[in-house]
């Protein structure tokens, strides 16, 4: 039995979807997009061009859920199957998009840099706990226009696994699209083979604006996979209450899926989240909160029961600094986010309620990963049942440390720590150099880059891409970064 979390009765999880429904039908959402709302309504849906307002008949909603895919497998650089999303698979990836970076020499948060971006992506690379990567945070020494190509350009020039990205403007998908194209046969091998999710957020509550539906569209038409992500404020842009949140974020996410439906059905599409709490005194908005954590495995459910892949943004942290709070809300967002069975988490490495991204906390939390992934492992009898033998052995000998079956299990059985975590002794500690939490998590850092191996594009690939970001920057005579220099420069 693999270990579970619900917080929902499934009658209730019927409900919650029946009254998602409901808003659809009646309320509807707003679109604040010509293109879109003239696509809505050729597909027969009920879309008023002069307000902008579009009702999704329940109709429409099954048959949109009935074209899209309870699976997504993602593929590496290379077109090799790399993961797949669907039913309690967990994956664990990098937030993002953070616009500073802790510098882990410094410990003060500073703009991130395109050297900066290179270091994350092959350290990121050399983590065996993190599935995939993301587009983490926003390089600054580059027009700001091309950011969102600029950083996916980064990510496959520097490692082969894939990417979770997304598109900053309303015309940036197409030529992420175009760049990603590059790696396969050709676009329609990109939809056979998909290297990247990208994010599309509405505009809670119920409107999608003219950029993010823009972007649902586009990527429909490249095929791309879509992770649909609320942003809900408890009490603020949303229901205070849990269920009534729910009812509200299922209908978002439903909205964007029948529109990726309607341009290309079978887009794959992943039922995703960021809710946060509102602050009522300090006019916050943790995303940590014990409320918050709720709704996401609330969501979950919802999810499960509607058949689609699902995502949260978990296992993070609201914290300014590594601290203790850090740990805590990192730990506790990971293991829950592992046993509701979120397919993939968007979280390790982010710090400050998903404004500042901290390399050190990156491979800390590669190891909290690992704890979650051995947390959820199903339990099973091994040679362990009927116990008698084995305890009557324990008995006589007082100890089972060379037993055949200690020896035979052990290795499976009893999860060893990488070295960013300390398990010695106080004398173990102190004869070797009484390092704290942060020295060990530098040794790892600077160990796993030193030890980064991926073979690199050929400068042809590397020439076209980036006269492809020059052309279609606001500034075109804009000199484009080179990988090789200093974040300390």
Not at 93 to 111: C, E, F, H, M
Not at 163 to 185: I, N
Not at 210 to 239: F, K, Q, R, T
Request: net charge negative; with cysteine.
């Amino acid at each position: 039995m693999r270990p579970t979390l619900s917080v929902l009765e499934p009658a209730l999880v019927d409900r919650i979807i029946d009254e998602a429904l409901g808003v659809l039908a009646t309320t509807g959402v707003m679109i604040d997009d010509e293109r879109a709302l003239k696509r809505l309504a050729g597909a027969g849906l009920e879309a008023d061009l002069e307000t902008g307002r579009v009702r999704f008949p329940r109709a429409s909603v099954e048959r949109a859920l009935a074209t899209a895919p309870s699976s997504v497998t993602l593929h590496d650089r290379d077109g090799e199957v790399s993961a797949v999303l669907e039913g309690d698979r967990v994956h664990f990836v990098p937030a993002s998009s953070a616009l500073r970076v802790l510098d882990r020499r410094t410990q003060k948060a500073r703009v991130p840099l395109t050297p900066d971006f290179v270091e994350y992506v092959r350290l990121a690379d050399g983590l065996k706990n993190i599935s995939y990567l993301s587009t983490a945070f926003i390089p600054t020494d580059i027009p700001q226009d091309v950011a969102d190509v600029w950083r996916l350009y980064l990510v496959l020039a520097h490692s082969q696994r894939p990417v979770v990205s997304g598109a900053f403007t309303a015309w940036g998908v197409p030529r992420m699209g175009r760049v990603m194209a590059m790696f396969r046969d050709d676009r329609e091998d990109l939809v056979r083979r998909p290297m990247s999710i990208f994010t599309c957020c509405p505009n809670t509550p119920l409107r999608w604006g003219a950029d993010p539906v823009a972007n649902i569209m586009d990527c429909a038409e490249w095929g791309i996979p879509i992770e649909i992500v609320p942003v809900l404020l408890l009490g603020m842009i949303s229901p205070v209450t849990t269920v009534g949140a729910l009812v509200l974020h299922t209908a978002e996410v439903l909205s964007g899926l029948v529109i990726a439906q309607v341009v290309r059905p079978g887009t794959p599409v992943i039922f995703g989240g960021a809710p946060a709490s509102f602050h009522m005194q300090l006019m916050t908005n943790p995303m940590t909160a014990v409320e918050a954590l709720q709704l996401y495995c609330g969501y979950a459910q919802v999810a499960k029961r509607l058949g689609l892949p699902c995502q949260a943004y978990m296992a993070l942290s609201d914290s300014k600094f590594n601290d203790p709070q850090a740990g805590m809300e990192t730990g506790v967002g990971a293991f829950l986010a592992a046993s509701a069975g979120f397919n993939s988490v968007s979280g390790p490495g982010m710090l400050d309620y998903v404004n500042c991204f901290s390399f050190e906390k990156l491979v800390f939390d590669d190891e909290i990963v690992a704890h979650a992934q051995r947390f959820i492992r199903p339990v099973e009898v091994r040679e362990d049942l009927p116990a008698g033998e084995l305890i009557a052995e324990l008995v006589r000998d007082n100890h089972l440390l060379t037993s055949e079956h200690t020896l035979a299990h052990w290795p499976e059985e009893l999860y060893m720590p990488g070295p960013t975590l300390d398990r010695t002794n106080w004398d173990q500690w102190a004869e070797q150099g009484s390092r704290d939490w942060r020295a060990r998590a530098n040794e790892v850092i600077d160990e796993t880059l030193a030890a980064y191996e991926v073979e690199p594009l050929e400068q042809r690939v590397h020439d076209e891409i980036r006269q492809l970001i020059s052309s279609t920057s606001s500034d075109p005579g804009a000199v484009l970064p080179a990988f090789t220099e200093s974040p300390n420069d």
